[in-house]
């Protein structure tokens, strides 16, 4: 399990109507706070400011097609090259991550096809190295290959 303090970590958030908005600077615009895009975005500045990640390398909901069907990521960190390193998935503090949503990433990852995998619900943090021999667990969070 990777451990990861999203306490450290400090977000835009304004009121609107009906609720709040959180400020995402890798789409550079205002979202609806919803309890998963709360994870998302303190995972992923919790990557960039402590994790020391460059932001310029995040993408988040982008869309792919998954056999027939069109899903978003959630993020992706790629590395220099362009090519995807780190497929993130999150999911809301209530959500367990059990064997579907494992296999929702591993459905994602069969087009993405990065070098790590991480699933997230702001709790609980797991990640795998993908390899030869399949995944192997992380126990830390990896060091950017530049």
């Known amino acids: 399990m990777l451990q990861a303090n999203l306490g450290l970590v400090s977000l835009q958030v304004k009121p609107v109507a009906g609720g709040y908005c959180v400020f995402d600077t890798f789409r550079r615009q205002w979202v609806t706070l919803q309890p998963e895009e709360w994870v998302r975005q303190k995972l992923l500045m919790y990557l960039v400011q402590q994790q020391k990640y460059p932001a310029s390398l995040i993408a988040v909901e982008r869309q792919l097609q998954v056999g027939e069907r069109k899903r978003r990521f959630d993020?992706?960190?790629?590395?220099r090259q362009g090519m995807p390193w780190m497929l993130i998935e999150c999911k809301a503090e209530t959500v367990a991550l059990?064997?579907?949503?494992?296999?929702?990433?591993?459905?994602?990852?069969?087009?993405?096809?990065?070098?790590?995998?991480?699933?997230?619900?702001?709790?609980?943090?797991?990640?795998?190295?993908?390899?030869?021999?399949?995944?192997?667990?992380?126990t830390q969070w990896p060091v950017l290959p530049f």
């Open 98 to 138: 059990d064997e579907k949503v494992q296999s929702q990433v591993l459905a994602y990852q069969s087009v993405v096809a990065a070098s790590y995998i991480v699933l997230t619900n702001g709790a609980q943090h797991l990640g795998w190295q993908v390899g030869p021999q399949g995944l192997e667990a992380l």
């Open 75 to 79: 993020a992706v960190v790629f590395n």
